[in-house]
């Protein structure tokens, strides 16, 4: 079948090697097998390998020979799984620093090989996507301006474009300055309304006794200074998307004739007799927990019900640090161009401080910090003095136990502490798990585990 993933088992014993054929072949994958890495080469040559399983030590051509050896004939399209009985930490960083994905020691069994394959393919995957999404942000696109190489940001891309050509309503969920009206307009322009006119509204920004007139228009002498008939914003975006922003902040009376709009799809304007249809895709977003405002009594259970059909919850800066450097080039690119400064990149030391900052704003506040340090900055070097003082504190400051969590929450504390040392352990070990899970004293599996929970695969 074409979507079966293809490995090359290369062991110097045949029992292992035919070992892992039928184990492998009972799991879906395609298999061959090589005797050492001379062979193996050739093989690699004449076909194209998704994984590479490949012991260390091994007569003709060891692992380590056949690993630089890939690397000179650039094949390496295959990422490599090193084996060995033999192995120690030392073994397992020279792999690494040879451009081994991953190192596993003799004897295991088929979990642990099936997990390691797993997550390779998972890595694979996300690596091809970010690919494709660094091309489209290099090519000026993007995707809709969003910018991500994060695992959970990339299920969110996914996601939108699932949802993008239907007309179900959705919720986006997300602090401020995560790039909510981003994802809004992502599921406009990649779905079949595309054509369509795209019509934002924020709630909270319009005094309440005007926001039913604003939304569904109205008639001549409909009130006071109604001197003209005038159409509401479901009219302007009859045929698109209107989004609306901040959808808790609108009055209890307006979410009533809101939930009938989204029912029967007809308007009525303020001050007419009559309704009228209208083909409106309703994206909402909030910052808030919808759940405490239904509980709360401050908006309708079935209103809420009738939005939420489905939810893309939009982590914040701070649970995607991976995402800083992306985007800081992303923003020196883009005003770098508008203020005529191409080629300003920043210093080692301002880097680190940008990705040690909790970023309570987001997004935006990284995209305005960017900004700002490009007019302050005097060289081709964005340096640590050109950002702001809040960002620049974070510098070499080690976190304490208060940073990890703004309550009290033990749970939620342990987590986060979690999640730094096992991401200073890989960095330590090179990305290798094997060895960072010894230097975190835990299995393998449990690392294993503990990083598809914190989504750091």
């Not at 992502?186 to 079949?192: D, K, N, S």
């Not at 910090?369 to 340096?383: A, K, T, W």
């Amino acid at each position: 079948m074409p979507d079966k993933k293809r490995i090359l088992v290369v062991d110097d014993e045949e029992n292992l090697r035919h070992m892992l054929q039928v184990m492998l072949k009972k799991q879906g994958y395609l298999v061959d097998t090589a005797a050492n890495g001379a062979d193996a080469l050739e093989k690699l040559r004449e076909t194209r390998y998704d994984f590479t399983l490949c012991d260390i030590k091994m007569p003709v051509m060891d692992g380590r020979r056949f690993l630089t050896s890939c690397a000179e004939a650039d094949l390496g399209g295959t990422t490599i799984i090193m084996m060995s009985a033999y192995g120690s930490i030392d073994d397992a960083i020279d792999c690494m620093k040879l451009g081994a994905y991953d190192y596993i020691s003799k004897p295991f069994n088929s979990d642990e090989i099936s997990l390691v394959l797993k997550k390779a393919e998972e890595r694979e995957r996300l690596k091809a996507e970010n690919r494709r999404l660094r091309e489209q942000v290099e090519a000026g696109k993007g995707f809709n301006g969003l910018i991500s190489c994060n695992a959970e940001m990339a299920e969110v891309f996914q996601l939108i474009q699932k949802l993008a050509s239907h007309k179900t309503t959705v919720l986006i969920e997300g602090e401020s300055g995560t790039g909510k009206e981003l994802v809004a307009r992502a599921l406009h322009y990649h779905g079949a309304r595309c054509d369509g006119p795209f019509v934002a509204v924020n709630c909270g920004a319009i005094p309440a006794a005007l926001l039913e007139s604003e939304l569904f228009g109205h008639v001549k002498g409909a009130f006071t200074d109604a001197t003209h008939d005038q159409s509401g914003l479901f009219e302007q975006a009859d045929g698109g998307t209107l989004f609306l922003d901040e959808i808790a902040e609108m009055p209890l009376p307006l979410q009533v004739k809101l939930l009938r709009v989204l029912q029967e799809e007809e308007i009525r304007r303020v001050g007419s007799p009559t309704s009228q249809r209208v083909n409106v895709r309703v994206v909402s977003a909030t910052s808030r927990n919808m759940a405490e405002e239904v509980a709360e009594g401050r908006f309708r259970e079935d209103l809420f019900f009738r939005l939420n059909v489905f939810t893309i919850s939009i982590p914040p800066l701070r649970e995607r640090i991976e995402d800083v450097e992306l985007l800081v080039d992303h923003f020196l690119n883009k005003y770098g161009t508008a203020m005529n400064r191409p080629g300003v990149r920043p210093s080692d030391e301002a880097l680190q401080a940008l990705k040690r900052y909790q970023w309570p704003g987001n997004v935006r506040e990284l995209e305005n910090c960017i900004e700002r340090g490009l007019v302050l900055c005097e060289s081709q070097e964005l340096g640590l003095s050109c950002l702001p003082e809040s960002v620049r504190r974070s510098a070499g400051t080690a976190r304490r136990i208060t940073d990890y969590v703004s309550s009290l929450s033990i749970k939620k504390g342990a987590e986060a502490l979690e999640r730094d040392l096992i991401a200073k352990a890989l960095e330590q070990t090179g990305g290798n798990r094997t060895h960072a899970a010894r230097l975190l004293e835990i299995s393998h599996r449990a690392l294993l585990y503990k990083l598809k929970e914190y989504g750091m695969g």
